[in-house]
């Protein structure tokens, strides 16, 4: 756990770029730092590895002042990814990716393995290991920066803006590479992002930080969503803050309409007054609406989010989304009125 404990950063020129912060970033969990430009969120990571020193106030690693570990020792358990991953333009992806077990004194063929393994574990094709890092694209090149960060296994892991500079697709698949890396390894990461979107989807909890290094709020995203602290939060959430809130409202309790599913083998005898009924093959896929050619959403019941099953509806003609299992079959249909209902319910709570 990384503990901060009342603390300020005050520049040389006495410029308060972090004021008075306390939070704590717990062990194997995913905390992310949110803010506008110069709210003082790459200051707050540097005082963690010291590449910055708090003025005030104590950063604790376990329990330990930070500030009695020499920098060296404390950076040994500290991987560190930037934007544009900074790797060393003349050494090939393998040495870059190992640049840290070498310095530990790693024998050349055990670092160069423990590169590969890495490579491999960030999805890279390990051919790519033996370019310069100028051939290879911006999205990679943050995937050897991941790597290279993880390289000696250090429990915790900061990153500061390591996804913005890469197009919105490569960037949502660096995101999920990461949530899915993090099940495996359950590090203890502090992330750095001044896009709420990707807080929202990363975080297990999210500090919002205002300009002055002031904490607005620090909470899980639902809560973050669902209780904005104040105005500053509220606006920097967005005004589709309510359709983002949806995401972590469960559709568990979305009432189904299995009356409306009809086998292909014996097509529905009557049409539904209320709703197009759903043709499903012989092993319970979804095929299409009987008798009408025209499109149809699916979501995975009780595991998927309102805000999916919603999308799924709005593919639909008719506003139905159509429930699934986790296989793919279909275990009902989400009719316009289920879906107004469970949205009531979920402004309510
Ligand atoms: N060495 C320094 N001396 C004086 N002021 C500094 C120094 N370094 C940073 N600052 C100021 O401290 C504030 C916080 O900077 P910091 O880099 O932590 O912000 P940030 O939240 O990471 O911003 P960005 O989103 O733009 O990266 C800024 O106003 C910055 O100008
Ligand atoms: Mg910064």
Redesign the pocket.
């Known amino acids: 756990m990384i503990t901060f404990d009342a603390v300020t950063k005050r520049?040389?020129?006495g410029?308060v770029?972090v004021d008075n912060l306390s939070l704590e970033a717990e062990t194997g969990r995913i905390t992310v730092l949110v803010?506008?430009?110069?709210?003082?969120?790459?200051?707050?990571l540097r005082m963690i590895n010291r590449m910055i020193d708090a003025s005030e106030g104590q950063i604790l690693l376990d329990g330990a002042d930070v500030k009695k570990i020499d920098p060296p020792t404390l950076r040994r358990g500290i991987g560190y990814v930037i934007q544009q991953a900074g790797l060393f333009p003349h050494r090939k992806i393998v040495d870059n990716v190992a640049t840290v077990p070498y310095l530990l004194g790693w024998d050349k063929k055990k670092a160069r393995d423990r590169a590969m393994e890495l490579l491999e574990r960030v999805g890279l094709d390990p051919k790519l290991a033996q370019r310069y890092p100028f051939q290879l694209s911006g999205g990679q090149q943050q995937r050897v920066g991941v790597a290279r960060a993880l390289a000696a296994d250090p429990p915790v892991l900061l990153m500061d803006?390591p996804f913005s500079a890469v197009d919105p697709i490569v960037r949502t698949s660096l995101q999920d590479e990461l949530l899915r890396l993090q099940s495996e390894l359950n590090k203890t990461i502090v992330f750095?992002t001044?896009d709420i979107d990707e807080a929202i989807k990363l975080g297990d909890r999210v500090a919002v930080?205002r300009v002055g290094?002031k904490l607005a709020q620090f909470a899980a995203p639902k809560t973050l969503l669902s209780e904005p602290a104040d105005d500053f939060v509220r606006e920097f959430l967005g005004k589709d803050r309510g359709i983002r809130r949806l995401s972590f409202v469960s559709t568990e309790h979305l009432r189904l309409r299995t009356d409306l599913v009809v086998s292909s083998s014996s097509p529905g005898t009557a049409a539904a007054s209320d709703g197009l009924l759903m043709v499903v093959s012989e092993d319970g896929r979804p095929v299409g609406w009987q008798g009408r050619d025209e499109p149809f959403g699916t979501y995975v019941h009780g595991k998927d989010s309102l805000r999916a099953a919603l999308d799924a509806a709005l593919l639909s003609p008719s506003g139905q989304a159509v429930a699934v299992d986790a296989e793919g079959k279909v275990v009902g249909i989400a009719t316009r009125e289920a879906l107004d209902e469970a949205l009531a319910e979920a402004a309510d709570g």
Not at 35 to 44: D, E, H, I, L, R
């Open positions: 520049y040389p020129d410029f770029a803010g506008p430009s110069g709210c003082g969120k790459t200051t707050t803006e750095v001044h930080l290094g």
